[in-house]
């Protein structure tokens, strides 16, 4: 039981850092929020940070479940 809360501690934590944008971008935002006093640049900024990041994912477990179908189809027969 203490590992699943400790996974779910760590989760949590990493969950809240994923939130947070670099501070390359973050000082893009700030430079362009300051010389056009506009919110243009900064509006989708983490949504499409977090889009990118989702699509990582997205094709990695796609990748893993083509894998452990056609695995588990080919070794079907031999037990």
């Known amino acids: ?8 501690n760590l989760l949590l934590i990493g969950m809240l ?8 971008c973050r000082s893009a935002v700030v430079s362009s929020l300051e010389a056009h006093d ?3 640049v900064g509006l989708g900024l ?3 940070i977090l889009i990118m990041l989702g699509m ?7 990748g893993v479940g083509l894998w452990y179908y056609y695995h588990k189809k080919a070794h079907k027969g031999t037990v």
């Not at 039981?1 to 779910?8: A, E, N, V």
């Open 56 to 62: 990582v994912y997205t094709i990695i477990m796609l």
């Open 17 to 24: 850092q994923g939130f947070s944008q670099c501070p390359m």
């Open 1 to 8: 039981m203490k590992k699943y809360i400790l996974l779910l």
């Open 46 to 48: 983490n949504s499409g």
């Open 38 to 40: 506009s919110k243009v």
